[in-house]
């Protein structure tokens, strides 16, 4: 690591706990329209209702409504967990000879896929898959909510009329693509100043800019008005599929027809006292289950984890990507690309949870905008290993592969989370250990967020968090070669991650320390 950063400097989020429900949201704006939902006496379903919508509107490069996803969600009334699966597809009509290898090594972006002529896989409307966020959200809401669908939607149509705040984050974010959203004009028209140069407010912070978010508050409108199949079965999805044919992708409004979110039983198991719910299928889930078989809970004692825990750590997840990888297709994110995903997680006053994650895969998704919506497109199709014959080749009508992992889970004490994150394949690894520390350790969310962890993600490099004692570090490195790294706004050495727990009738939430608009909070801070 560069010695450029202050190691003087300490960063730390305030952790409460209160008796009222609490929403974790990658973003302030849209966590405290969570709570409002959860003041106004809404469902955790209503309050993530609100959330997924909103959120996709003030972070549009992560999520929004032209992406995936799924859920997992707990039911106090029934004691019993759902997941929902609301991930992408590829269209019907993809022709693979559409994306021919170009012979010029592996690609550059997320996943070590071999290179496809002009990465049509990666970026454009040919890598445009069929979103399944807008049917999952309302298929949720539909079963659970109990509030209006339009007072849900209408948070973010009213901060889409607002335009998008562009300050320094924004700015950074924007300023990371810059190249890749000038190849479409209405990406360029929307993100960029003059069509080619970063948006980024006044080193004062006395100027204020915002993008004109316009066309997508008309979409949400109509979306709130007519439900969440208007953006599969009506006008909206006809004109969403049209604008990217006309771009040269294969989504048709048949696939969005066609396309529906699934519930599904959870994959659940234990480990030691504790309990687990995550999801099944073509998701990291699995992935999850299996870090989890190769950890021994008698083994892990303490308030806190020892080198012997974090050896074990490093060895449960080399050993379960490995399986991953050979069985499921090689889906990695490379090291230093950053995902384009968000998590929250909800719990309301009667102990109902919500653990959701929603992506557009890259950060900006396909780099493509939708002109008749105002939505920023996904690039579901890079999910895909553009070489035949392996477990996770590309073709059409077929389900992707995603590095998603909302958990519910239970400690031995009875206390309950609901944890997720964003960051592509380093999301399990964030995952299962922040769901190790409350289960075999007993720790805090406080304490649990606030402590460091490694990075396993697939390769034979375990990245370790500078902050770990020398002597864990220097065991690690015995065996292992590691890179010592921090936690840090960006780039993303570690996943970002967000969660709710409930313990003895109390809630609490957190999100990533170094998340700069990252929040948790709750009904009564309203």
Request: glycine share 10%; aromatic share 8%.
């Amino acid at each position: 690591m560069i010695p450029n950063l202050s190691n003087s400097q300490t960063v730390r989020k305030t952790v409460i706990e209160t008796e009222h429900g609490v929403v974790a949201a990658q973003h302030s704006r849209a966590a405290r329209i969570g709570a409002e939902v959860l003041a106004a006496r809404g469902d955790a379903v209503d309050a993530a209702t609100a959330v997924s919508f909103a959120i996709g509107v003030v972070e549009p490069w992560m999520s929004g409504p032209a992406g995936g996803g799924a859920m997992m969600l707990w039911r106090a009334d029934e004691q019993r967990a759902y997941t929902l699966n609301y991930g992408m597809r590829s269209p019907k009509n993809l022709d693979i000879a559409d994306y021919p290898l170009s012979g010029e090594g592996k690609a550059d972006d997320l996943f070590p896929w071999e290179k496809v002529v002009d990465d049509r896989n990666v970026q454009g409307a040919k890598s445009i898959a069929v979103p399944g966020l807008v049917d999952g959200v309302g298929k949720a809401h539909e079963r659970f909510g109990k509030m209006p669908w339009r007072d849900l939607v209408q948070p973010a149509v009213d901060l889409a009329n607002e335009g998008l705040y562009v300050d320094w984050y924004a700015a950074l974010i924007i300023a990371s693509t810059t190249r890749a959203l000038s190849q479409d004009s209405d990406a360029a028209a929307l993100f960029l100043e003059d069509g080619q140069w970063p948006t980024i407010a006044g080193w004062t912070s006395i100027a204020e800019k915002r993008l004109d978010m316009s066309a997508m508050a008309k979409s949400l409108a109509q979306i709130a008005e007519k439900g969440a199949r208007e953006l599969y079965d009506g006008e909206l999805g006809a004109a969403m599929a049209a604008d990217i044919q006309a771009k040269g992708g294969s989504l048709s409004h048949e696939d969005l027809r066609a396309y529906h979110a699934t519930f599904h039983d959870p994959l659940q198991f234990s480990h030691g006292s504790a309990k687990f719910n995550v999801l099944p299928g073509l998701t990291a889930g699995p992935t999850f289950q299996q870090v989890f078989s190769h950890l021994d809970p008698a083994a892990m004692n303490g308030t806190t984890p020892d080198g012997a825990a974090y050896a074990a750590y490093v060895d449960g997840l080399k050993s379960a990507y490995a399986k991953r990888l050979d069985e499921m297709g090689h889906d990695g994110e490379s090291p230093e690309a950053p995902g384009c995903t968000t998590h929250f997680s909800v719990v309301d006053r009667h102990g109902n949870m919500v653990a959701q994650t929603q992506t557009l895969l890259s950060i900006f998704g396909s780099r493509v905008v939708s002109p008749s919506t105002g939505f920023l497109m996904n690039n579901g199709i890079m999910w895909f290993d553009p070489t035949q014959g392996k477990p996770n080749s590309l073709a059409a009508g077929k389900p992707c592969l995603m590095n998603v992992c909302p958990v519910l889970g239970e400690t031995g004490d009875g206390a309950r989370f609901a944890f997720g994150a964003s960051g592509g394949r380093k999301i399990v690894g964030a995952v299962s250990q922040l769901s190790s520390f409350v289960s075999d350790y007993g720790m805090s969310l406080s304490d649990a967020f606030h402590h460091p962890r490694i990075d396993v993600s697939g390769g034979d490099t375990v990245v370790v968090d500078d902050s770990l004692p020398a002597d864990v570090q220097a065991g690690l490195a015995e065996k292992h070669p590691i890179h010592s790294a921090r936690r840090t706004v960006f780039p993303y050495a570690f996943a970002c991650t967000a969660g709710v727990m409930r313990r003895n009738g109390k809630n609490a939430g957190c999100t990533e320390i170094m998340s700069p608009w990252g929040d948790a909070i709750s009904e009564d801070q309203i």
